[in-house]
């Protein structure tokens, strides 16, 4: 009896944050390998898959480190220029690209190349002398030594972050160690211009494009102008018609991460999510269809939680129905009518606190965790008397999401994922008119390398919140207290 995955995330933000990604992994590990003994290779195989993808589809509020969509607006602002038509976004920065890419952003370079600015640098190449120049005599960049740049070392998230910070006007004094630069990345989250997504992986050119994106709307210091695309604008560095385009889908955006924003202090909630996906196993000559549909309802109070999951799910002509129940010391399991039942705290690290299921299927919809800079389009219109937000995500978002979610697992064996590609994800958001959210539609799709074998998937999800507060009753089963220990219905199960 094992699990697929053993995960424990390192920090809870808040109750509808405490379980990305794990009720369904353990949910339907429990069926598996507990209640099915693994007997049925093929269909757990499926299953298995199901795990996998599903366990994408928590990771909603990590989604961030999009590099195409903050580079193209950058690009589309006259603030950012690629390499031979190409920004490169997947590679490793230089110093020396780093700050000819700062100087390009503040609308410097034709003042840079015009000029003839002083440095004391002994190794740059001719190329980057007018932008080092420049960015050395107005105070964005020093060197390694009084007399050496660098030029060729990769630039890192500190370096940039400070680069973009001084260039913001903001000094040591700011600062609330010894140095801006020691300080660089807590100031620079202070400030706006960088979150822990942006710092989970290795500094690329991509990073470099979304921090500038988030600079564009941080309040450069001396108070003068709101945001540092005011004063481009002030500059005649960016046109007011551009700026305007940038600052309304910020609003939108801003709008659209508001929606469903109670749930996060809502403890009684009640939703629904019915997915559809199909998998094509290549290898194998295997298309498959899978249907889930989760009914599921979870209430706090002063005698602890309790929740129910009603889960049907339709795979190679099999239908599988589980119910999972939460009450007083024990969880409760049904599957297709074998029934068994374990101590909260038990001897397979099965906790509570490990169950919040419908606080993970909350987090898919809370939308505050989204970032600007991982959208490519966002459109607000109207259906049946509700607000509906329609974003677009790219597929840089999800896989970034995808690999941050992983490393903050600290699963051991979390290599049996292999690699997985998203390609994109489409999400609505349907809120009422007092802006809370209804219901939500995620569509996604992509590839998983796993095992040698290659899966293509596409998902889509409908998501609806059915009821919240004290609107939320659980009805439990009249015959819990005849459902057997898991030990004993394992034991059984392997006679058979």
């Given at each position: 009896?094992?699990?697929?995955?053993?995960?424990?995330?390192?920090?809870?933000?808040?109750?509808?944050?405490?379980?990305?990604?794990?009720?369904?992994?353990?949910?339907?590990?429990?069926?598996?390998?507990?209640?099915?003994?693994?007997?049925?290779?093929?269909?757990?195989?499926?299953?298995?898959?199901?795990?996998?993808?599903?366990?994408?589809?928590?990771?909603?509020?990590?989604?961030?480190?999009?590099?195409?969509?903050?580079?193209?607006?950058?690009?589309?602002?006259?603030?950012?220029?690629?390499?031979?038509?190409?920004?490169?976004?997947?590679?490793?920065?230089?110093?020396?690209?780093?700050?000819?890419?700062?100087?390009?952003?503040?609308?410097?370079?034709?003042?840079?190349?015009?000029?003839?600015?002083?440095?004391?640098?002994?190794?740059?190449?001719?190329?980057?002398?007018?932008?080092?120049?420049?960015?050395?005599?107005?105070?964005?960049?020093?060197?390694?030594?009084?007399?050496?740049?660098?030029?060729?070392?990769?630039?890192?998230?500190?370096?940039?972050?400070?680069?973009?910070?001084?260039?913001?006007?903001?000094?040591?004094?700011?600062?609330?160690?010894?140095?801006?630069?020691?300080?660089?990345?807590?100031?620079?989250?202070?400030?706006?211009?960088?979150?822990?997504?942006?710092?989970?992986?290795?500094?690329?050119?991509?990073?470099?494009?979304?921090?500038?994106?988030?600079a564009l709307f941080a309040e450069p210091?001396?108070?003068?102008?709101?945001?540092?695309?005011?004063?481009?604008?002030?500059?005649?560095?960016?046109?007011?018609?551009?700026?305007?385009?940038?600052?309304?889908?910020?609003?939108?955006?801003?709008?659209?991460?508001?929606?469903?924003?109670?749930?996060?202090?809502?403890?009684?909630?009640?939703?629904?999510?019915?997915?559809?996906?199909?998998?094509?196993?290549?290898?194998?000559?295997?298309?498959?269809?899978?249907?889930?549909?989760?009914?599921?309802?979870?209430?706090?109070?002063?005698?602890?939680?309790?929740?129910?999951?009603?889960?049907?799910?339709?795979?190679?002509?099999?239908?599988?129905?589980?119910?999972?129940?939460?009450?007083?010391?024990?969880?409760?399991?049904?599957?297709?009518?074998?029934?068994?039942?374990?101590?909260?705290?038990?001897?397979?690290?099965?906790?509570?606190?490990?169950?919040?299921?419908?606080?993970?299927?909350?987090?898919?919809?809370?939308?505050?965790?989204?970032?600007?800079?991982?959208?490519?389009?966002?459109?607000?219109?109207?259906?049946?008397?509700?607000?509906?937000?329609?974003?677009?995500?790219?597929?840089?978002?999800?896989?970034?999401?995808?690999?941050?979610?992983?490393?903050?697992?600290?699963?051991?064996?979390?290599?049996?994922?292999?690699?997985?590609?998203?390609?994109?994800?489409?999400?609505?958001?349907?809120?009422?008119?007092?802006?809370?959210?209804?219901?939500?539609?995620?569509?996604?799709?992509?590839?998983?390398?796993?095992?040698?074998?290659?899966?293509?998937?596409s998902i889509a999800m409908d998501i609806?919140?059915?009821a919240k507060g004290d609107d939320v009753?659980?009805?439990?089963?009249?015959?819990?207290?005849?459902?057997?220990?898991?030990?004993?219905?394992?034991?059984?199960?392997?006679?058979?």
């Amino acid at each position: 009896m094992t699990y697929l995955w053993s995960i424990k995330p390192k920090s809870y933000g808040g109750l509808h944050s405490l379980l990305s990604h794990h009720f369904v992994t353990r949910q339907l590990d429990i069926k598996i390998n507990i209640i099915s003994g693994g007997k049925t290779m093929k269909k757990s195989f499926i299953t298995l898959v199901l795990v996998l993808i599903l366990a994408c589809a928590m990771i909603s509020s990590t989604l961030a480190a999009s590099y195409t969509a903050p580079a193209e607006q950058l690009s589309d602002l006259g603030l950012l220029r690629g390499v031979d038509g190409d920004f490169q976004l997947g590679r490793n920065p230089t110093r020396a690209e780093a700050v000819t890419m700062l100087v390009r952003f503040l609308g410097l370079e034709e003042e840079a190349l015009a000029g003839d600015f002083e440095h004391p640098f002994t190794d740059l190449p001719d190329w980057a002398i007018p932008y080092i120049s420049i960015a050395y005599e107005l105070g964005y960049t020093t060197g390694v030594t009084d007399t050496l740049f660098d030029p060729t070392a990769d630039c890192s998230a500190q370096m940039f972050v400070t680069f973009i910070l001084r260039a913001l006007g903001y000094s040591d004094d700011d600062a609330a160690g010894a140095s801006l630069w020691s300080e660089a990345i807590d100031f620079g989250k202070k400030v706006g211009v960088v979150d822990d997504l942006l710092l989970s992986d290795e500094f690329l050119r991509g990073h470099m494009a979304a921090v500038s994106f988030l600079a564009l709307f941080a309040e450069p210091a001396g108070a003068e102008y709101e945001t540092l695309l005011g004063k481009l604008v002030a500059d005649g560095v960016v046109s007011e018609d551009a700026a305007e385009l940038i600052l309304a889908k910020l609003n939108m955006f801003n709008e659209f991460t508001l929606v469903g924003s109670e749930l996060s202090s809502i403890l009684n909630i009640a939703m629904t999510i019915d997915m559809n996906m199909d998998i094509t196993i290549a290898a194998m000559g295997v298309t498959e269809s899978i249907s889930v549909f989760m009914d599921m309802k979870m209430t706090v109070d002063e005698d602890g939680i309790k929740y129910a999951i009603l889960t049907q799910q339709s795979a190679m002509g099999e239908d599988v129905t589980s119910e999972m129940y939460a009450v007083g010391d024990y969880i409760y399991i049904n599957n297709n009518g074998d029934k068994s039942k374990m101590p909260v705290e038990n001897s397979l690290g099965v906790s509570l606190s490990d169950l919040f299921t419908i606080s993970s299927a909350a987090e898919m919809v809370n939308l505050s965790g989204y970032k600007i800079y991982s959208v490519n389009s966002i459109e607000k219109s109207e259906e049946d008397g509700l607000a509906v937000y329609s974003v677009e995500l790219s597929g840089d978002a999800m896989n970034a999401a995808v690999s941050q979610s992983m490393g903050m697992m600290g699963a051991s064996d979390i290599g049996i994922v292999g690699e997985m590609t998203i390609g994109g994800m489409t999400i609505k958001a349907y809120a009422n008119e007092d802006g809370e959210l209804v219901k939500a539609t995620l569509v996604y799709d992509g590839v998983i390398s796993l095992m040698g074998a290659e899966m293509l998937f596409s998902i889509a999800m409908d998501i609806e919140i059915t009821a919240k507060g004290d609107d939320v009753v659980i009805e439990f089963p009249d015959d819990l207290d005849e459902y057997a220990e898991i030990e004993e219905a394992v034991a059984a199960e392997t006679a058979n």
